[in-house]
Structures are given as C-alpha cells and as structure tokens.
C-alpha cells in the first residue's frame, strides 16, 4: 500500500514536468526518463560559452523562457567558477556519465564567499541566481540526467567556511525534481542535498568520494532534510544507486513522509540511514517510509538510527531485505538504534525484517547495544517487530558491555521471530528499566537465539522507581555458552526483581534451551531472584537445561507461583545442538 501510493504521487509529478514515458507499477522496475516533448526549447550550453565562467551553462540557462527548456551539454568537461543556478522547468540533460563532466574550477571558492555559493549545480528564483527558493518562492518542475558533478574536493580542502555549502547538488523548495542518471564526486560536503522539497525522484544514481571534508559539516551522500512543514518534505524515492567513500550517513532523511528507497549499494560510510527530526517539534509525525534491497559495507558507525525531536513520530515504517557490513576492524556502533533520548518522541509501528549485520561493533572498543529500545519518560515505543534478523559480533572479544537486544522503557506490542545474536560481548537480551516509571508489557519472542555471550544470554531485570515488566514469552529460544567472561556463575536467563515497589510477573518460557560446550560459567538455565520487588507467575513448559554446569533452575527471595513444568530439566527428545 505505501509504494503503490508513492509511485501515484510520483507518476502525477512527472506528468506535472512534462516527462512521458516513465513506467510506474506497484512492482519496482527501472524508471526511465524519455524523451522530451516536442514543443519544448532547447538550448546548447556550448553557444554560449565565450568569456562565460560557467562554460555557457548559465547562460543557456538564463535564455530559458519561463516553462519547459533543456539546456543541452556536450560529451566533454565544463569547469565552471561558480555555482550553476537552474530555474523551475529547466532540465539539464548531458551525455551520460563520465562523458559529460561539471567541475568546480581550483580557485573558484574561498572562505569569504557568499554564504551557499559551494555547490556545483543549486536552484534558485528566476531572476534571482544566489538565492535559494523559499516557501513562497519555490520552484517546481526541475530535472538534472546523464552526467557527472566533480566538486574537485582536493583543490578546496584548506576552506574552513562551512556556511558555502560545497555540495554536488543542491535544491531547496522544489516541487517535481527528477534527478537521474546522475554521479557526484568529489563534494566537500553532500553529495546531493535535498531540502524542503516533494515530489522528488532519483533513479540510477551514484555518489563517490563525497564529505571527506575535515571540517564538522552536513557530510552525507543523500541528505533529504526538512525544517518547514508548509506542504513539503513529502514524496521520495530513491532507487537503483552506488555509493563510495561517503564521510558521513550515506542516507539521511529527516521528518520526511511516504519515502521508498531501495536497490542500493554503499561501500564505506559512518551511519547507513539516519532518520532524523525537523528541528521544530510539536507533534509532527513521519509515516509510510519504505527501504528494502539495501547492501552497505565498510560502514564505521550504527548501520540504522532513528533520532527524532520532542513531541514527535515515526509510524509505519518499514526495513527489509537488506545486509550490512561493518568495518572489519573500525566499526564502532550497533546496528539498530531507535533513539529519543529524553525528548519525549514516540516509534509506532516499525517492521525490521530480512536484515542481516556482520561485524557488529568490530572495534572493540566501547560498549554498544546492538539493537536499542529506549523509550523516554515521556514516550513508548508500540508496536515493534523484528523478524529473521541476524547479529554477527567479533569472535573472541574479553569485553561484557555490549547488549544483543536491549528494551528500557515503556515498550509494549514487540514481536522477535527468527533472530540469532551471536558473539556479543556482554549480554544477548536486556529487558530493563531505566531511572522512572514505566511499563513494558507483551513482548513475544520466538526463535531467538544467543551463541555465545560474555554475561547472561538474556535477563529480565527491574532495578530502578516503581516498573513493571510483565506479558513476556519466550518459545523454542535456545541460549548457548553463556558467561564467557562473567565473573561467577550466570545463567541462560536471569530474572531479577530488586527493587521495592517493582513488578516482574506472567513470565513463560516454552521449549526453550540453556547449555554450555566450552567455559565454566553456564551454570544454570534459569535464575530467579525476587529479592526486594515481586517476581510473580513464573512458568516453565518443556525447556532442556541438563547442558548447564549446575542445575536447570535457581530461586532466592520471594518467587510467587512459579511452575516448573513436565521436561523442564531432561525433555523426553533433546533439541537438536547447535552448530
């Protein structure tokens, strides 16, 4: 339903622009950009080049009559010494990529330059080349195809300005922009900056040593950023792309709604997708965003995070059919952060499916959360689901801070299916409470299973104000090897009350496993410690713990109706080992 919706908007915008031709269906394909009409002008950059210091690109464009124009470029390099300014109805059209080439001439920019003059090619006002559009200024109808954009980063690397804006592309208020068949190499800052726009497509794409920049600045491949809500910052899709050497997110979107990105290849980047806030809050909500048939590698920083502004959503958000490679030896994050800290924003209806990340946290150096749920006092997190989900650490790390999975905070509706963590260096699953009250109930987990884990494979801990942690089942998980690194005897799953006034109750574990083939300190499948709060309806149906060193079960304090279970400590037909 979400693509199907996108593709409408899209095929109406391109109508809009007087593009035929571009096949739209709810099954992905190709986009194609075609021919343009007959009755629109054309004009060739190369008549007007003379003495022109954008090589008769400007002017070609300036010769534009209002509506539809193609300015025309030749199979050759243009070094231009500022920025080009299209206007709305213009398309610049080359003759391909790597034919034609647009490159920022070696001294074309200094620190004293106008604030947003750095970028190759910007949209602007008619008449008014150097301003960017505005709400009540903007633009519509822009296209950009079949070229590439070289910043000439290397000319430029002393300039500390960061306030020029070095971008390959830039548009601001733009309603219809295509951009397709397009590479850009070579920026200080973004490869392609999209700001306060909708209705816009980018098909066959590349971004290529982009945001190498020493400077602290907006360093992405796509930033598709928002900080006006008047009727934009809706409609994108991003497909068929490459990236390479990326200085910072090689996708950023923020606050933007009915957004689909797919088919992608990122090979070095610190974040993968970072969805970000507007920077106005007040209960404004992004929706329907669609990414699936992504592969990154190399990546040195969380793979995906959400980081939203107070008062805000994301709903209906969807993360698919996608893998992600770390660094071997410079990864230092997780991989999923959904992140509100304290600003009280709110996660609703977010599905990770088919998501698979190697080299989690290769580094090894400070502690991360693999995946990352935590809700803000004023906030939860509804309706989460992860299904057929793969976590791959680095092997042999002595470390015991890292968390596989790990829920603090109201967290209520989660669903884990299919999801194997292995070689964390801390524990496999935290479910805990952070320093106020809260609630997480209904958290169903099925097929989940920790290989190996410095600490506890999973534990179901309240330590803190008044929680509750209630609802929790988990079937058919097995936990292996656990405590690699822990000082004294942990268990498979550890379930602690410790605090007055907290709750854990309606705890079932069904056709679970718990055991150890290497190490000492898998001691037991289960421990349960109500030693200050209550540990309520414990239930235990048919789970093989004979492989700990100890015993199947361990109990201190105030445990109230705990049922072991028939088969709870030698099961009539062993579960198969892990390999």
């Known amino acids: 339903m979400i693509r199907r919706r996108v593709f409408s908007w899209l095929a109406a915008a391109a109508l809009a622009m007087g593009v035929s031709g571009l096949a739209f269906s709810p099954v992905r394909s190709p986009l ?5 009409e007959m009755d629109r002008s054309t004009k060739y950059a190369d008549r007007f080049a003379g003495s022109s210091r954008t090589a008769g690109i400007q002017e070609a464009v300036d010769a534009c009559s209002p509506g539809e124009c ?7 390099v243009y070094r231009v010494w500022k920025t080009i300014w299209l206007t709305g109805g213009v398309h610049l059209h080359g003759a391909g990529i790597g034919s034609t080439v647009i490159q920022r001439a070696a001294g074309s920019m200094s620190d004293e330059d106008a604030d947003g003059t750095g970028s190759v090619v910007a949209v602007s006002p008619r008449g008014s080349a150097g301003s960017f559009p505005t709400l009540k200024t903007s633009q519509a109808s822009v296209a950009v195809s079949d070229l590439t954009i070289d910043g000439n980063a290397s000319s430029f690397s002393a300039l500390k300005n ?8 830039r548009a601001d208020y733009v309603d219809g922009l ?3 068949h397009v590479a850009v190499r070579n920026a200080l800052m973004n490869g392609y900056y999209i700001r306060n726009c909708k209705n816009v497509l980018m098909d066959h794409f590349r971004a290529d040593l982009v945001g190498q920049w020493s400077q602290t600045a907006s360093k992405n491949g796509v930033s598709l950023t928002s900080v006006s809500r008047g009727g934009f910052n809706f409609n994108y899709t991003l497909s068929h792309f490459e990236m390479r050497s990326v200085g910072n997110e090689a996708i950023s979107t923020n606050h933007n709604s009915h957004v689909d990105i797919s088919s992608g290849w990122v090979d070095g980047c610190d974040f993968a997708l970072e969805f970000g806030g507007d920077g106005t809050g007040g209960g404004y909500a992004a929706r329907d965003i669609v990414v699936t048939g992504l592969a990154v590698h190399n990546a040195r920083d969380y793979f995906i995070t959400f980081n939203s502004t107070a008062g805000d959503t994301y709903e209906v958000v969807s993360i698919s059919d996608s893998s992600f490679s770390g660094s071997p030896r410079l990864h230092d994050g997780g991989a999923i952060f959904l992140n509100p800290g304290s600003s009280g924003n709110s996660f609703r209806d977010i599905h990770f499916s088919s998501l698979h990340f190697r080299n989690v ?10 995946i990352d749920l935590q809700p803000s006092s ?3 997190h509804t309706n989460i689901t992860f299904d057929d989900i793969t976590l791959l650490g680095k092997p042999g790390s002595a470390r015991t801070g890292d968390v596989g999975l790990n829920l603090r905070g109201s967290i209520v509706n989660l669903r884990v299916t299919g999801l194997l963590i292995q070689d964390v260096p801390g524990m496999g699953i935290s479910i805990d409470d952070p320093p106020f009250v809260c609630t997480s109930r209904s958290l169903e987990f099925n097929r989940v299973t920790v290989d190996g884990a410095n600490y506890y494979c999973a534990q179901i801990r309240t330590d803190s104000a008044a929680a509750t942690i209630e609802e929790v089942t988990s079937t058919n998980s097995p936990m292996k090897d656990c405590a690699q690194q822990g000082a004294g005897r942990n268990a498979g799953w550890h379930i602690q009350s410790s605090f007055p006034g907290s709750r854990i109750q309606n705890i ?5 496993r718990s055991y150890r083939t290497r190490g000492t300190n898998h001691a037991y499948g289960v421990t349960l410690e109500g030693t200050a709060g209550m540990l309520d309806s414990i239930t235990l149906s048919d789970c093989d713990f004979t492989g700990t060193t100890v015993g199947a079960t361990k109990t201190t304090g105030s445990v109230t109706h705990f049922e072991p279970g028939t088969g709870t400590t030698v099961p009539k037909a062993r579960p198969p080992a892990m390999n």
């Open 32 to 36: 194609t950009l075609a021919r343009l």
């Open 70 to 76: 193609t300015v025309q470029l030749s199979a050759k």
């Open 162 to 169: 960061i306030n020029l804006h070095a971008d390959g592309i």
């Open 178 to 180: 295509i951009i397709r």
């Open 361 to 370: 946290n290769s580094k090894d150096a400070s502690s991360r959360n693999w």
């Open 378 to 380: 004023l906030a939860a």
């Open 508 to 512: 079932t574990l069904k056709g679970c």
